[in-house]
């Protein structure tokens, strides 16, 4: 087995020394015995994994749900190698969109990224899809049918065609044909200044920490250099995390290249393993460096992991406020291991904390101010609840209330993860020493 670890120099991948067992297992059997043996060193609750008897399992996907700690573990998995390392990269093969279900029942593009045909052909972030090929989808999210939704767009192989019936903002409709396809995903959506009362606030919307977010960020901080901003909107509404060294390259950004001998974060493992592993990093110098004093971040339940840990490793150095809702609550990462080049095991091995030693928020990191998700409006749109309450913030005009329907739960579909929109969630990996 192969530990993979993320460098903060070079974001090469790193493989250690440690060697599968050869036997006459299968090599689902023999995974599953190594991932047994790596918790029970490295899990961050190994003293909490129950006594089991590791045969009765046929593969690491079945022994990690039976050794799992569920008060706080949500996050852990395993992982086909080829399909994470796509992932990882940004690779994706499909239609390109992200929806959810908004409060008037009506299933809306909340996301679609610019190398999508959907976006070569005008369709944007507000629009509602009313039927992929004949069949109301409405009905399906109302249901939080995932597999009906699944089915419906088919295999995730380029080629595969849908039609879409859309309908747009200025009230007429759309049908629109299209093949899924293989791309790279965009993670900074949308960036641009908003000439403000206070100044110039620069707006940045990103939704991934994937290894392509390194130059799109300098792209954009470049641009919000030029403009000498005094103040950033940071909307990480549905980024649920990825990888550790961009979270440290975000949050040095921001805070300007005179804290590098400042403590970014700390990594406290496990006692088994603390010793050895407990690390503290600290802010890396930028390009682009902005060295503000204030900081906006726009979140929502989907605002996770490495997201979370800019937020909370900006804290003790500048005035940071939340504006949206209550952030996710995972105050912890993992380190990848691959066996085989067939599977990746990543369990939580380490909480994070600042430097005052802020941690441990599995409820959440709340908000300043909350304020509704506006699926209705693009990224980057004032008139947007989010940003609106986010410029209020900063102009010196917002309430601690906000018109927020706290009994609605939106059903998001993300077309990228077979799953709901926790994509990236678990993808934290730890920087390599």
């Known amino acids: 087995m192969r530990r993979i670890l993320l460098l903060f120099i070079s974001t090469a991948l790193i493989f250690g020394s440690c060697k599968p067992k050869e036997d006459e297992k299968t090599l689902e059997e023999s995974a599953r015995d190594e991932l047994y043996e790596l918790m029970a060193s490295w899990y961050l609750w190994n003293d909490k994994m129950p006594e089991i008897n590791v ?45 959810a279900l908004d ?23 507000g629009w509602i899809i009313k039927q992929i090929n004949g069949t109301d989808l409405a009905p399906i999210f109302i249901a ?62 990103f939704d991934a920490f994937l290894s392509v977010s ?85 979140t929502t339940d989907n605002t996770a992991s490495a997201s979370e840990v800019v937020i909370s490793s900006l804290k003790p150095y500048i005035d940071v406020k939340l504006v949206g809702s209550t952030t996710h609550g995972k105050p912890t990462g993992m380190d990848l291991f691959q066996y085989q080049y067939k599977f990746v095991f990543a369990p939580v091995t380490f909480e994070y904390k600042n430097s005052q030693d802020y941690g441990a928020f599995y409820d959440g990191i709340p908000v300043d101010v909350e304020a509704a998700d506006d699926y209705t ?22 309430s601690s209330k906000s018109a927020v329907d706290k009994s609605f739960i939106p059903v998001m579909f993300d077309e990228k993860s077979g799953s709901h929109s926790d994509f990236f969630i678990n993808n934290l990996s730890k920087p390599g020493k």
């Open 55 to 99: 045969g009765e399992y046929a593969n690491p996907y079945e022994l990690l749900e039976a050794v799992r700690y569920t008060q706080y573990d949500r996050w852990s998995f395993v992982a086909d190698y080829d399909e994470f390392m796509a992932e990882m990269s940004g690779s994706f093969v499909g239609h390109g969109f992200r929806a």
């Open 103 to 125: 409060p008037d029942n009506n299933v809306r593009v909340i996301t679609v990224y610019s190398g999508s045909d959907m976006y070569a052909k005008g369709v944007r972030r």
């Open 377 to 398: 409006r693009d990224f980057g749109d004032r008139k947007e609840s989010s940003i609106a309450a986010a410029i209020a913030l900063i102009e010196g005009t917002a």
């Open 144 to 205: 939080n049918d995932y597999e009906a939704y699944s089915a419906l767009l088919g295999d995730a192989s380029a080629g595969v065609t849908n039609t879409f019936l859309f309908g747009k903002p200025d009230g007429t409709e759309m049908t629109l044909t299209t093949a899924k396809a293989s791309f790279t995903v965009n993670t900074v959506l949308d960036y641009d200044t908003l000439h403000l009362s206070t100044g110039i606030t620069g707006y940045l919307a």
């Open 214 to 298: 390194s130059s799109e960020l300098e792209s954009a901080f470049s641009f919000f250099e030029t403009w000498n901003v005094n103040n950033i909107i940071v909307d990480l509404r549905y980024n649920g995390g990825g990888y550790l060294d961009v979270a440290q390259l975000l949050s040095s950004y921001i805070i300007g290249n005179a804290y590098t001998s400042q403590t970014w974060i700390k990594m406290c493992y496990n006692s088994t393993i603390a010793t050895a592993e407990n690390q503290t990093f600290g802010f890396t110098t930028t390009s682009h460096p902005l060295y503000l004093t204030n900081a906006v971040f726009i």
